[in-house]
C-alpha cells in the first residue's frame, strides 16, 4: 500500500505562499484559513507557521515605532513655526501609511478649517510652508437646521470623536461624497481608500481632524484599503500632542500678552494719581483755575 504524502499539493502551496508572504511582510492570518484547524501535519505545521509571522509582525511594528514614530515625534515636538508644524503632521502620517493624499483640517469655531491640502498623484500642495493658500471652505459642523453634520466624514469624526476607515468612497454608506465625486470630474483623479482621525487635546476636545486618501501598496502601487496600524496610532497621538501644546502656548502668549497692557494701564493710572493727589499739582490747579476767571473777568470787561 502506497503512503500518502505529509502534504497534499495545495497545502503545501497555501504554505509555501503564506512563507513567501512573511518574508515580504505581507502576511494575513487568512491565508492559512481552516488549514491551521486541522489536526494533520499541515495543520501543524500552518499553526506553527501562523504564530511565527504573528510573532514576526509584532517584532516588525516595535522596529517601526522605533524607526519611525520616535523620529516624527521629536520632529513634531520640535518644530516651533506652526505652519510647518502643521505640513509636518500631514506629511509624515503620508510616509507611515503610503497614502497618496492627505488633509489637515483645524476646529474654528463651529466648523473645520482647511489647513493643509496634499495630493502627490496631483502635484498640488496648499497651505503650511508652501505659498500656496488653501482655496476650500471650511466645513461646518452643523446644518442651517442645527442638526449635526454627520454626512461628512471630517465633521462626523469630529462631532463623535470617532475614526472612520472607507475602502471605497464610491460605495460607502450614510456619508455624501459629491464634493469628493465633484473634485475626482474636475481633476480626473480617483478617490477611494479614506481614513479620517480626530486629534484631541488633553481635555478630550477635538481640535482638528487628519484625512489621508488613497492608500497605496508599496510593491504594486495598487490602491488599497488602510489598515490599523500601532506606528499610524502612535503619530496621531504625538501629532495631537504637539499640536495641543502649540495651541496651548500661544493662548499662553496672548494671556500674558493681555496681561502685560492691563498691568500698563494700571501703572499709568497710578502714575496719574499719584501727580494729581501732590500738593504742587493741586497748586497748580488753583492757580490755573485762577487764571481762567481773571481772563473771564477782562472779556467781560471789554465787552
Known amino acids: 500500500m502506497e503512503e500518502s504524502p505529509i502534504l497534499q499539493n495545495d497545502e503545501f502551496l497555501r504554505i509555501m505562499k503564506a512563507m513567501y508572504a512573511v518574508n515580504r511582510g505581507e502576511y494575513r ?3 492559512l484559513g481552516n488549514l491551521k484547524s486541522e489536526s494533520s501535519h499541515a495543520g501543524q505545521l500552518a499553526r506553527m507557521l501562523d504564530e511565527m509571522a504573528r510573532q514576526v509582525q509584532f517584532r516588525d511594528r516595535q522596529l517601526n515605532l522605533l524607526r519611525t514614530v520616535i523620529p516624527a515625534g521629536v520632529a513634531l515636538s520640535a518644530e516651533k513655526d506652526f505652519n510647518r508644524l502643521l505640513e509636518t503632521v500631514v506629511v509624515k502620517a503620508q510616509e507611515i501609511t503610503y497614502a497618496d ?11 473645520l478649517r482647511f489647513v493643509i491640502v496634499r495630493n502627490t498623484s496631483l502635484n498640488m500642495a496648499m497651505g503650511g510652508t508652501t505659498e500656496n493658500a488653501v482655496t476650500f471652505k471650511p466645513i461646518p459642523l452643523y446644518k442651517e437646521t442645527g442638526l449635526q453634520n454627520n454626512s461628512n466624514v ?13 475602502p471605497d468612497a464610491y460605495e460607502a454608506k450614510g456619508f455624501d461624497f459629491s464634493g469628493t ?8 483623479y480617483r478617490s477611494k481608500s479614506f481614513l479620517a482621525a480626530p486629534l484631541e487635546d488633553k481635555d478630550k476636545e477635538v481640535i482638528g ?10 510593491m504594486t502601487g495598487e490602491i488599497t484599503s488602510f ?4 506606528v499610524l496610532e502612535s503619530l496621531i497621538l504625538l501629532a495631537a500632542a504637539a499640536l495641543d501644546g502649540y495651541i496651548r502656548e500661544q493662548k499662553l502668549r496672548q494671556e500674558i500678552a493681555r496681561l502685560r497692557i492691563e498691568i500698563d494701564v494700571t501703572l499709568r493710572s497710578r ?3 499719584d501727580i494729581t493727589e501732590t500738593a504742587y499739582f493741586r497748586d497748580l490747579q488753583k492757580k490755573a483755575s485762577a487764571y481762567r476767571l481773571r481772563n473771564a473777568d477782562d472779556k467781560k470787561d471789554k465787552g
Open 209 to 218: 481632524v487628519l484625512q489621508l486618501i488613497n492608500a497605496k501598496n508599496p
Open 29 to 31: 492570518p487568512e491565508m
Open 154 to 166: 471630517a465633521s462626523y469624526v469630529a462631532l463623535t470623536h470617532t475614526r472612520v476607515n472607507i
Open 227 to 230: 489598515e490599523a496600524d500601532d
Open 181 to 188: 465625486k465633484l473634485f475626482d470630474e474636475r481633476t480626473g
Open 271 to 273: 502714575q496719574v494719581a
Open 101 to 111: 493624499a492627505g488633509t489637515l483640517y483645524l476646529m474654528h469655531e463651529n466648523s
